[in-house]
């Protein structure tokens, strides 16, 4: 059986929200987001160490007011980054030695058991697996002068989610390149892609939104009220 680590990501500050508090602090039914992820994550049986990548200026605060608080098991805290992606490699080089990494967002808390379990499962068939689900929207390339000048098929469209779940050994080989070459990426299956890996996408699911811009807000309440 792999030994399985995640590296859940809180080391962002949460700007769209434009809210004073980070993002992954804010309340939904009395209780902060990263608390209804941490608690998705302690819960799955496939998962064997939990890393938590934190703002350093707000590591203390979690202890005390998160993790202490309701009594939430997190094995290995690590300081953020600049950008996702330094966060990403903070926390990759906590899970060394471990066989199957995912890598979520904090700001997604509402994941389900089932596609943790199925990402550890293509990512042990696949080596690179992330969930995603087909737009809800009519997607449109533009051009510089914001005319359209494409409509992708729809059906052939992904929006990617997370937890992305790779080898260990891909994915950190993929970070190592795309910092020593200074690339930037916005998810991790992006860095794979650049090295001329695959990634099988399985089905993800609508409820699995990250939390973003203020309105977010209001399903993840229904949805923490549905729990
Ligand atoms: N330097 C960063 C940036 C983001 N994240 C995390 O990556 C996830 C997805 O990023 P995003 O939703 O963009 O969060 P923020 O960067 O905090 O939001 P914004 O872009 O609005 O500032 C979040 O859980 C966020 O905390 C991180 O760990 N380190
Ligand atoms: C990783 C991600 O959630 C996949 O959809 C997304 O790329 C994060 O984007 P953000 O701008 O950092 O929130």
């Given at each position: 059986?792999?030994?399985?680590?995640?590296i859940i990501l809180?080391?962002?500050?949460?700007?769209?929200?434009?809210?004073?508090?980070?993002?992954q602090f804010i309340e939904v039914k009395g209780r902060p987001i990263i608390y209804y992820t941490l608690k998705r994550?302690?819960?799955?049986?496939?998962i064997d160490k939990i890393i938590l990548v934190l703002p350093e200026d707000e590591v203390a605060y979690c202890r005390e007011n998160v993790l202490e608080k309701y009594e939430l098991r997190v094995d290995t805290i690590v300081t953020g980054g600049a950008e996702r992606q330094d966060s990403v490699y903070n926390g990759l080089k906590a899970a060394e030695g471990y066989d199957i990494v995912l890598i979520h967002d904090g700001a997604r808390p509402f994941v389900s058991d089932?596609?943790?379990?199925?990402?550890?499962?293509?990512?042990?068939?696949?080596?690179?697996?992330?969930?995603g689900v087909m737009p809800k929207d009519t997607i449109k390339v533009k051009n510089d002068e914001n005319f359209s000048v494409s409509t992708p098929d729809r059906s052939s469209l992904v929006a990617v989610q997370t937890p992305q779940c790779f080898k260990y050994d891909i994915i950190k080989d993929c970070h190592?390149?795309?910092?020593?070459?200074?690339?930037?990426?916005?998810?991790?299956?992006?860095?794979?892609?650049?090295y001329g890996n695959k990634?099988?996408?399985?089905?993800?699911?609508?409820?699995?939104?990250k939390i973003t811009t203020p309105e977010d807000l209001v399903m993840a309440e229904y949805l923490a009220d549905s729990l």
């Open positions: 059986m792999s030994k399985t680590a995640v809180a080391g962002g500050r949460g700007t769209r929200m434009q809210s004073d508090k980070s993002k994550f302690e819960e799955n049986k496939d089932r596609i943790i379990e199925e990402g550890v499962k293509y990512a042990e068939e696949y080596g690179a697996a992330a969930p190592d390149k795309i910092r020593e070459n200074h690339i930037k990426v916005t998810d991790d299956t992006m860095a794979i892609e650049n990634v099988y996408l399985f089905d993800g699911e609508y409820t699995n939104l």
